[in-house]
């Protein structure tokens, strides 16, 4: 109870906001995994039609987009929902599939916005350790108890780059009570070539308790706009989409994911420049002497500990914005190959003031 005896939700009482805080507008963006490269020319025609008719409020339904998406997917449209970026999504399935006092399971770290959304859910969040920097997914099976309700999967996961692998995943499923639902958050799958990770859309046929969860945000460059997508079985949609918030879809939102399904040929290469721009990047922090995870994201990771911040500060000083996770380590989007060079020549002159105190893993 606060001063003036006004109540607020118990629930909410350990939790913060958080805003994510975005980094001077002066310097190299990469710290929070967008595209370099702008929104796709065909969706910035598609957008600046719609901008005529924002008095209006979108189709609330997104009918013609959950229908565009189920036929590019090859699914029924009643298994797809739309949601406010893959975000908005997370925190309706939260809220869809909890009950207070539910528990939900993840990786950590992972995506660092998923206790708060647990926890707004008036569930409980229950974190499992990485394993050499992916989902420990034994480790996750065995924190799943009567309560817990979903089992978040980051495939690839953020910030440390590594998948989980097929077989895994589907022995992981064999053994999981089909009672839980396993939110897969696949957020980087465009991005992915590592051809021992699956599909999310091909376990949903022996899984129904599964959801693919994508999004718009990342390789197709929409960030700001707020659209994401998930897939899963009849029976999770209909929950999901009673906690939609009534327009939460924009109208300029659902004009740009449809122009971009459309724009899969102008997507093609910048995705395979980034694919190849990561290559190079961690082959060149490698031989200057980091531990690199291997990627399947549009970003590394070096594991830095308690040098991550001194390594962030470094690299603000040679105008790049990283992400660090404080202790942890840093993680570095893929820029243009202009801005990758920035970043190495700043990893490389801030290197040995920072790898002494590193905290690095043994070499391998
Ligand atoms: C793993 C993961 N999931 C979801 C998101 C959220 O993306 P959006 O809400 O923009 O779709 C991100 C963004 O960084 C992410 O890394």
């Given at each position: 109870?606060?001063?003036?005896?006004?109540?607020?939700?118990?629930?909410?009482?350990?939790?913060?906001?958080?805003?994510?805080?975005?980094?001077?507008?002066?310097?190299?963006?990469?710290?929070?995994?967008?595209?370099?490269?702008?929104?796709?020319?065909?969706?910035?025609?598609?957008?600046?039609?719609?901008?005529?008719?924002?008095?209006?409020?979108?189709?609330?339904?997104?009918?013609?987009?959950?229908?565009?998406?189920?036929?590019?997917?090859?699914?029924?449209?009643?298994?797809?929902?739309?949601?406010?970026?893959?975000?908005?999504?997370?925190?309706?399935?939260?809220?869809?599939?909890?009950?207070?006092?539910?528990?939900?399971?993840?990786?950590?770290?992972?995506?660092?916005?998923?206790?708060?959304?647990?926890?707004?859910?008036?569930?409980?969040?229950?974190?499992?350790?990485?394993?050499?920097?992916?989902?420990?997914?034994?480790?996750?099976?065995?924190?799943?108890?009567?309560?817990?309700?979903?089992?978040?999967?980051?495939?690839?996961?953020?910030p440390t780059g590594p998948g989980v692998g097929r077989f895994e995943l589907k022995s992981f499923l064999h053994r999981l009570p089909g009672t839980v639902a396993v939110l897969l958050d696949e957020a980087y799958f465009e991005y992915v070539r590592d051809p021992d990770m699956p599909d999310g859309l091909t376990l949903l046929?022996?899984?129904?308790?599964?959801?693919?969860?994508?999004?718009?945000?990342?390789?197709?460059?929409?960030?700001?706009?707020?659209?994401?997508?998930?897939?899963?079985?009849?029976?999770?949609?209909?929950?999901?989409?009673?906690?939609?918030?009534?327009?939460?879809?924009?109208?300029?939102?659902?004009?740009?994911?449809?122009?971009?399904?459309?724009?899969?040929?102008?997507?093609?290469?910048?995705?395979?420049?980034?694919?190849?721009?990561?290559?190079?990047?961690?082959?060149?922090?490698?031989?200057?002497?980091?531990?690199?995870?291997?990627?399947?994201?549009?970003?590394?990771?070096?594991?830095?500990?308690?040098?991550?911040?001194?390594?962030?500060?470094?690299?603000?000083?040679?105008?790049?914005?990283?992400?660090?996770?404080?202790?942890?380590?840093?993680?570095?989007?893929?820029?243009?190959?202009?801005?990758?060079?920035?970043?190495?020549?700043?990893?490389?002159?801030?290197?040995?003031?920072?790898?002494?105190?590193?905290?690095?893993?043994?070499?391998?």
């Open positions: 109870m606060s001063m003036s005896g006004l109540r607020t939700r118990a629930t909410l009482h350990d939790v913060v906001p958080a805003f994510v805080r975005t980094p001077d507008p002066s310097l190299i963006q990469l710290a929070a995994n967008e595209t370099a490269y702008g929104p796709l020319p065909s969706v910035l025609e598609a957008l600046a039609r719609e901008i005529a008719h924002v008095n209006r409020y979108p189709d609330d339904g997104a009918v013609g987009l959950r229908h565009a998406i189920a036929d590019w997917l090859g699914v029924e449209s009643a298994r797809v929902a739309l949601g406010a970026g893959s975000l908005g999504l997370l925190e309706q399935v939260m809220l869809a599939l909890c009950d207070q006092g539910s528990e939900v399971v993840y990786p950590w770290r992972s995506f660092d916005v998923y206790p708060q959304l647990i926890r707004v859910a008036g569930a409980t969040p229950r974190p499992v350790p990485l394993q050499e920097e992916r989902n420990d997914l034994d480790a996750m099976l065995e924190s799943v108890n009567e309560r817990t309700r979903v089992v978040i999967v980051c495939n690839p996961n953020n046929r022996d899984h129904p308790n599964v959801a693919v969860l994508r999004t718009f945000s990342k390789a197709y460059g929409l960030a700001a706009l707020r659209v994401g997508y998930l897939v899963a079985g009849r029976p999770i949609v209909e929950a999901v989409d009673k906690t939609h918030v009534t327009y939460s879809v924009s109208r300029l939102a659902q004009a740009a994911a449809l122009a971009s399904i459309s724009a899969q040929d102008e997507l093609h290469g910048r995705v395979e420049a980034t694919v190849r721009e990561r290559n190079r990047v961690r082959e060149a922090l490698l031989s200057q002497g980091w531990q690199v995870p291997t990627s399947e994201g549009n970003f590394v990771w070096l594991r830095l500990g308690a040098a991550s911040h001194a390594f962030g500060k470094g690299l603000g000083r040679w105008g790049v914005a990283v992400k660090v996770v404080p202790n942890e380590g840093v993680r570095m989007t893929i820029g243009t190959r202009e801005e990758n060079d920035v970043l190495l020549e700043a990893a490389g002159a801030v290197r040995e003031g920072v790898l002494s105190d590193a905290e690095q893993l043994p070499a391998e």
